[in-house]
């Protein structure tokens, strides 16, 4: 149905590197950090700006201590406790929703039977402006995964398996990372498969059928459209 609100359902593992994900990929979110401090520390902890890029971390209690940091640290730091309290699910319900600014809880997921986190992504209403912007100046290199390069292997796709570079480490595959030119080695500054549309000012990929997972999913929710600068529209 057209007015379903879409869902994704995330385990522990896979929220806490969405979370990590969101804090590396858009810089310094002061407000969404000082929310954060008193849900991960258990109210024992505080954050306050200071000057431009500084911040001060307070403790509060019996020990009560202050800690001087970069802004750009904070999200590391936070993350880290994160990893080492080991938060409830509802807990990281909570977390999540605020990062990624849209309603999440703890459901029990229908095919698994496993108690996981269900994040409303309420992308049915989104139109893609096909501005051609995400694939120009977005840092995906590192998205493709083993999935997609299996699948460009089964449907015999050498001209996009020639474009993909295959990392090894201790002569097994670790990463893939895309698009490579395959005359020169080099990571291409932009999508090769980026075309113009008939339509004037609008563009078209041409392996959509088949274009990598990242591609498919972005953006993925409305905070991931506002903060990369996508074009597209919510209608």
């Excluded at 995330?10 to 954060?36: C, H, N, T, W």
């Excluded at 730091?77 to 849209?102: G, H």
């Excluded at 090894?168 to 030119?181: F, I, L, N, R, S």
Aim: proline share 3%.
């Amino acid at each position: 149905m057209a007015n379903k609100k879409e869902t994704i359902f995330l385990s522990q593992k896979e929220a806490l590197a969405a979370i990590r994900l969101d804090f590396m990929q858009y810089g310094p979110q002061f407000v969404l950090y000082q929310e954060l401090c008193p849900i991960i520390s258990g109210n024992r902890t505080i954050v306050v700006r200071e000057g431009r890029n500084e911040c001060v971390l307070i403790t509060r209690g019996r020990k009560s201590k202050t800690r001087r940091m970069n802004q750009d640290d904070l999200g590391k730091y936070l993350y880290n406790q994160l990893q080492e309290k080991s938060c409830s699910l509802q807990v990281l319900a909570e977390i999540c929703s605020r990062v990624f600014e849209t309603p999440a809880r703890v459901v029990k997921h229908a095919e698994t039977g496993c108690s996981s986190i269900q994040i409303v992504t309420d992308m049915t209403r989104f139109h893609c402006s096909q501005c051609g912007d995400c694939c120009r100046n977005l840092l995906y290199h590192n998205d493709c995964t083993q999935e997609d390069y299996r699948r460009w292997q089964a449907l015999d796709r050498v001209d996009i398996l020639e474009r993909v570079k295959v990392i090894e480490d201790d002569g097994k595959t670790a990463t893939y990372k895309v698009w490579m030119d395959p005359d020169t080695g080099r990571l291409s500054k932009e999508c090769p498969w980026l075309s113009e549309s008939k339509v004037k000012n609008r563009f078209e990929c041409s392996i959509q059928d088949v274009k990598p997972e990242f591609c498919r999913v972005y953006p993925l929710t409305r905070k991931h459209a506002a903060m990369t600068g996508c074009k597209g529209e919510f209608k």
